[in-house]
C-alpha cells in the first residue's frame, strides 16, 4: 500500500521560512518524480514545485521561483519544500505527488498517488 505523509506545515508571518517533507512508503521512490501542489480555499489544486527521479532536475511555478527549493533524499524516500520569503497568498493546504513518469510534470494527472495535505497559513 502506497502511502504519501506530508508534514511540517503550520503558521507562519509573513517573510518567514517553513520546510515541508514529504515521506513515500510502499513504492520504488527512486523511480519516481515528485511533486508539491497547493490549494487555497474557494480555488483549484495548483502546481507548485517538481523534482525528477534523478533529483537533477526541478521546476518551479512563476510565484515561488527563487523563494521555494525542492529536494529530495532517495535513501530517506523523502521529499521536501523549503519555503523562504512568505506571503499571505501562499496560504493553502500543500500536498506532495509521485509521478510514474519520472518526468516531474505540471499536470495534476500525471500524479498516481497523493498525500492527503498539510496546512500553511501565512499571516500578514
Known amino acids: 500500500q502506497v502511502q504519501l505523509v506530508e508534514s511540517g506545515g503550520g503558521l507562519m508571518q509573513a517573510g518567514g521560512s517553513l520546510r515541508l517533507s514529504c515521506e513515500a512508503s510502499g513504492l520504488t521512490f527512486s523511480s519516481y518524480a515528485m511533486g508539491w501542489f497547493r490549494q487555497a480555499p474557494g480555488k483549484g489544486r495548483e502546481f507548485v514545485a517538481s523534482?525528477?527521479?534523478?533529483?537533477?532536475?526541478?521546476d518551479y511555478s512563476d510565484s515561488v521561483k527563487g523563494r521555494f527549493t525542492i529536494s529530495r533524499d532517495n535513501a530517506r524516500a523523502t521529499v521536501y519544500l523549503q519555503m523562504n520569503s512568505l506571503k499571505p497568498e501562499d496560504t493553502a493546504v500543500y500536498y506532495c505527488?509521485?509521478?510514474?513518469?519520472?518526468?516531474?510534470?505540471?499536470?495534476?494527472?500525471?500524479?498516481?498517488?497523493w498525500g492527503q495535505g498539510t496546512q500553511v497559513t501565512v499571516s500578514s
Open positions: 505527488a509521485a509521478d510514474p513518469s519520472g518526468l516531474g510534470s505540471r499536470s495534476l494527472g500525471w500524479y498516481r498517488y
Open positions: 523534482i525528477r527521479w534523478r533529483g537533477g532536475s526541478t
